[in-house]
Every structure is written in C-alpha cells, then in structure tokens.
C-alpha cells in the first residue's frame, strides 16, 4: 500500500523508491525490460492524454494524466541513471537552473523589468540563442526546433521563427490570398507527386494564417475533430433508436442526420489557443 504525503518533496521520494523496486531484481518483468526507445510512443501518448483532459476541462483526468506523465519522467530518469547518463535529481536540478537563468526579469538582481508576455518571450529567445552559439557552431534560427515534433506543431514553429525576423507577410490578408493562390496550384497538379507537395504547401499556408490570428493551429485541429466526432455519435445514437447503423442509411438520410447534429451539438469547449 502506497502512503499519501503531504509534501510533493516526499511524494517525489515516494515515487523515486517505487520506480528502484519496479526496475529492481524483484519487480515488474515489463518494466524491468522497457528501454528509452520502447517507453516513448507511450510517454507521447501520455503528453497528449494530458491535452485531452486540459481540452474537456476534466480536472479529476487531468491529475490523473500528470501524474501518468510524471511516471514516465521518473521511468526515464531511472533509467538513464541506470546507464550513468543522469540522474532524476539531475534532470531536477537542470530545469531549476535552466528557468532560473531564462528568467532574469525575476530572479537577477539586475534584470530589466518586464511587463508585457511578448517582451518575456523576446527575451527568452534571445537567451536561448546565445546559449546555443555557446555550445554549438554557426548558429541557425532552427536550433531549437524539433523536427520530430508532430507535423502540424514543426510546422508551426518553424514559420513562428521565420516571422520572428521578419520573413512573413504583414497581415493575415495577405495569406489568405496566399491560400488561395495554393488552392488553385493544388486543383491543376498533374501528378500524384505533385498533388502531395502542393497539398503540404497549402498546409504550410493554412498553419502560417493560424499564427496571424494567434490561433494554435494543433489546438484548433483537435478542437474540430472533437466536434465531428460528437456529431457523428449523435447521428449513430439517433440511428440506434430504429436498430439502424450508418452503414444501413443513405446518404440523403446521413446529411439530414449530420445537419440535425450541427443544431444539437454544440461546439466543444476548449482552453483557448495561442500559437506556439
């Protein structure tokens, strides 16, 4: 039986010492065997059961999935200190320094007073531009930017970075028409290898209009997907009432169905989104 604590200090402990025993001679053969590569489709899926229960306002699923994620924490950490990579108190000890020296408008005696979050965030790129030139070569506005993100996210970012110097357009007018110079590019692509980059040039635009409009565009896609998703439920549980299935109506029936579910089923609530 596992003991509540009242301090997250020794709650952290707590976990730490249930970790050793299930990585331990004696403990679980399916954690005793998991390795960095096989725990991370499961670590990124916790990361996004945590979005889920952010997104729906679940806050007895939200707990849950921290606590899910801060496992997989824990279970790395075990294990890179088990190959003498690092430790927990290390990967502890380096996020305190890392936010410490990010933000000097709090923490240094010295540090410029900052008021609005756009400065805070000019800063923070700034700080972290001059500690990659520290450690790397020539440096690249993509130092930071992780290519095995999701695509939508990558994408964001990396146009997020270009914008940062200027290289966008003024407004989202112009990337409107942008977009529909790309729609038009798509429609007459005579190949299927052209369709397909002509299709991820329109994305690329698509996800540079949500950053005109500060919309995260991951966000703004799961959001959109809920929502199809309730209706179409709502249109198999109004199809369940006659022991009928989608497959069994027409297509006539199933726009009716859809066009009664706009009406029902509203727009799922959702934290706002800001671009990333």
């Not at 604590?5 to 403990?27: D, F, K, Q, V, Y």
């Not at 890179?80 to 709090?106: N, Q």
């Not at 923070?124 to 690249?140: C, L, M, N, Y």
């Amino acid at each position: 039986m596992i003991e509540k604590h009242n301090s997250a200090s020794t709650a952290m402990t707590a976990l730490e010492t249930l970790m050793a025993r299930l990585r331990g001679p004696e403990g679980c053969p399916w954690d005793r065997k998991q390795t960095p590569q096989s725990l991370l489709p499961y670590t990124i899926e916790e990361a996004y059961e945590v979005a889920e229960a952010v997104e729906t306002h679940n806050t007895a699923s939200w707990k849950d999935e921290l606590g899910d994620l801060l496992f997989h924490v824990v279970f790395h950490s075990r294990i890179a200190a088990e190959e003498g990579a690092f430790t927990l108190s290390d990967v502890i000890t380096g996020i305190v320094d890392k936010m410490t020296r990010r933000h000097p408008h709090v923490f240094a005696p010295d540090g410029e007073t900052l008021h609005q979050p756009e400065q805070v965030v000019s800063q923070w790129e700034e700080i972290k531009r001059q500690e990659k030139s520290a450690t790397q070569g020539p440096p690249s506005l993509f130092d930071d930017v992780n290519s095995h993100l999701p695509a939508l996210l990558w994408a964001a970012k990396v146009q997020r970075k270009m914008s940062q110097v200027g290289f966008d357009w003024d407004g989202p007018e112009g990337v409107m028409e942008k977009v529909r110079e790309e729609l038009e590019e798509l429609r007459v692509a005579p190949t299927p290898d052209n369709r397909e980059e002509e299709l991820g040039d329109l994305l690329l635009t698509i996800v540079n209009l949500a950053g005109h409009y500060r919309i995260n565009p991951e966000m703004a896609l799961r959001r959109a997907t809920r929502k199809v998703q309730a209706r179409f439920r709502h249109m198999e549980s109004r199809l369940r009432e006659n022991d009928r299935t989608p497959t069994d109506a027409s297509l006539d029936e199933l726009e009716a169905l859809w066009q009664e579910s706009k009406i029902i089923i509203a727009t799922p609530a959702t934290a706002p989104g800001t671009a990333p």
